[in-house]
């Protein structure tokens, strides 16, 4: 009896062995499948990215061959004679998001400087994130909030005071000139501007966080008052970061679509005057693209589009190399 | 003496300006908050989720807008958050050294801020030339490809956080990395994960601009994923910018109802993620 159990024993150990072995097998072979489906996903941001910029060159195609190079400083935009320049919606686009820099910078510093020094503790956090609530907040509502409430508040009381106060004088008088439309360049920089405080808040008080207390303590306790230590300690040791936030900012500012496109005015010029309407990339292409009718409109409207990743893509790899900067310092 | 007094002024005179940065600051969200409480709340009647968008001069409400703005929205998140999801996880866990990390974090930080304009843009090169028409799909796309970075990057960060030494636990007891990974780090950043696709949810639900090009928009009510669909912020951009005034008023009830969805998915949001790192 005995000789016959042993081979049924050596039979089902073989069997385990080899059912263990198919087991194994599978789980190797499922842990491939994921590693490869994981590195895949991680490869299509990639894809994404050259997608995008290859699509849009695909698009622009008839564009270039028509008007050249020419096309970035043409300043003429007739759909009715197929004529198109990008230097007007290039230079709106520079003009309101250089306006929103001037405005949103020195704030969201202050603001950075208040969360992290002057503040008392148990509202910090509250403040923090009232402020950064305000980068929740969908573009579209600032559109319609500047359009209906900002800008004519503007029209009436600020920009008849603008013009008045600058009339005397010789560079301003040409800044601040003409009726005060209420939407126009002007109007569309502040609503930039408070679109991107809560960028440059967050990541200014980031790194002034980083600033380490023994640096500050020292400056303190030679008598410095707290203005002289953010002026002499804090801002010189994050200055990197504070102009990585300050990058990051324009970046956003340049591509804001909806809130321009309500305030800015859509109008196809350059004027000397930032109360007058102009338009930005975004705006143009948001307003035109839906109603462009014929392959070369489309095609202007797409390279627009491309000029305008361009431009953000080299702000935003700057801002990303400075904060990297600081955050191998940091690390 | 003198000097000292100086000082002393200088010093006050810059605490008084950071205080009036930061009033500036949340002065703006009070303020449009308060305008859009004051514009729209007047609006919101059980007509607005009943019934259909209307002609000019005639009631109506945001039903089909609502309704598309939701299904967009699924399907972007539908596309866009398992990518995200699995990316982020081959930058945690497998290639957490490897140079395709670094470069798809660098890209992926940029596309975080990429103009959404040139989203949509792209989608209607690649998905409705092709097709020859709008669609819905076209939308969910778009909106995927906002949605990816803001996954990847949180999901990357949750699965930093998750301690080495539970994944080398699961391993000793012989647990292959697929498993590890998904039994182990997946349960343990869990709230984390969430926290990713809430933050991805409240950034698309108000996204306007690549859906003008990709979903259009649709006067009536459609379900159908291959035609133009309405949305919320499509309906807000072409109501407020009409000279009819009743669609303005719907205008603003629907900016209403997206700022407050979206502001309360942003905190929920942080009060999630709070008590994932807390973990």
């Known amino acids: 009896m005995a000789d016959i159990s042993i081979p049924i024993a050596q039979a089902r150990l073989s069997n385990e062995v080899v059912s263990r072995a198919r087991a194994l097998r599978g789980l190797i072979f499922r842990d491939r499948i994921f590693r490869i489906v994981t590195r895949a996903a991680a490869a299509l941001v990639l894809a994404l990215l050259g997608g995008v910029i290859l699509s849009l060159a695909w698009g622009s195609a008839p564009t270039i061959r028509t008007f050249g190079l020419s096309f970035l400083i043409t300043e003429v935009w007739n759909p009715v004679t197929d004529e198109y320049g990008a230097f007007a919606p290039i230079c709106g686009t520079l003009i309101t998001a250089f306006l929103a820099m001037i405005i949103a910078v020195p704030i969201g510093i202050g603001i950075a400087i208040f969360l992290t020094e002057l503040c008392p503790q148990p509202l910090r956090r509250p403040i923090g994130i009232a402020i ?57 920089g502040i609503i930039l501007a408070i679109m991107v405080l809560p960028f440059i808040t967050s990541i200014s008080r980031d790194v002034f966080e980083t600033v380490p207390s023994v640096l ?7 008598g410095c008052t707290t203005w002289e230590v953010v002026r002499s300690v804090v801002l010189p040791y994050t200055r990197v970061g ?35 309407p102009g338009t930005t990339i975004s705006a143009t292409i948001a307003n035109e693209f839906t109603e462009a009718v014929g392959d070369l409109y489309t095609s202007a409207l797409i390279t627009l589009g491309l000029i305008l990743f361009v431009i953000t893509f080299f702000v935003l790899v700057a801002a990303r190399l400075l904060l990297m900067r600081l955050d191998r310092k940091a690390g | 003496m003198a000097k000292y007094r100086a000082r002393r002024r200088v010093d006050a005179a810059a605490k008084i300006l950071c205080v009036a940065a930061t009033i500036f600051g949340l002065g ?19 007509a607005v989720f009943t019934q259909m968008t209307p002609p000019p001069g005639s009631n109506g409400g945001l039903l089909n807008a609502i309704v598309g ?6 399907l972007g998140l ?5 990518i995200g999801i699995l990316a982020g996880t081959y930058m945690a866990e497998y290639g957490r050294y490897s140079r395709l990390t670094f470069f798809v974090r660098f890209i992926n930080d940029i596309l975080l801020s ?3 304009v040139v989203v949509g843009l792209f989608v209607y090169q690649i998905m409705v030339t092709r097709m020859g028409h709008f669609s819905a799909v076209a939308g969910g796309v778009a909106l995927a490809i906002i949605v990816i970075p803001v996954v990847v990057r949180t999901t990357e960060d949750m699965l930093l956080l998750v301690p080495g030494s539970l994944r080398e636990a699961a391993a000793a007891l012989g647990m292959p990395r697929a498993a590890v990974i998904r039994h182990v780090a997946y349960r343990a950043a869990r709230a984390g994960l969430l926290t ?7 950034r698309i639900s108000g996204e306007t601009a690549p859906l003008l090009f990709t979903a259009l928009n649709n006067q009536f009510f459609s379900a159908n994923l291959d035609a133009p669909m309405s949305s919320l912020p499509a309906v807000i951009f072409q109501f407020a910018l009409s000279p009819y005034k009743d669609w303005q008023h719907l205008a603003w009830t629907g900016a209403l109802l997206i700022t407050f969805a979206v502001l309360a998915m942003s905190i929920a949001a942080r009060v999630l993620a709070a008590r994932a790192v807390n973990k």
Not at chain 1, 148 to 168: C, D, E, H
Request: charged content about 5%; hydrophobic content about 55%; aromatic content about 10%.
């Open chain 2, 78 to 82: 539908a596309i866009g958050a398992p």
């Open chain 2, 69 to 74: 703005s939701l299904i967009i929205t699924a």
């Open chain 2, 114 to 116: 990429a103009p959404s």
């Open chain 1, 132 to 188: 950064e609530l305000l980068a929740g907040i969908p573009s579209i509502i600032y559109g319609i909030w500047g359009l209906f409430v900002f800008a004519p508040f503007l029209q009436a009381y600020v920009q008849p005071a603008l013009i008045n106060a600058s009339q005397p004088i010789p560079i301003l008088s040409t800044l601040f000139a003409g009726p005060p439309y209420g939407i126009g360049m002007l109007t569309a």
């Open chain 2, 196 to 202: 990713g696709i809430l933050l991805a949810i409240a």
């Open chain 1, 242 to 276: 504070v102009i990585g936030g300050g990058m990051l900012g324009l970046g956003r500012a340049l591509g804001e679509t909806m809130a321009t496109t309500f305030v800015i005015g859509n109008a196809h010029k350059i004027s000397a005057s930032i109360l007058a």
């Open chain 2, 28 to 46: 703006w969200l009070t303020l449009i908050l308060a305008a859009l409480v004051w514009n729209g709340f007047g609006g919101l009647s059980l």
């Open chain 1, 216 to 222: 500050k303590e020292s400056a303190y306790g030679i």
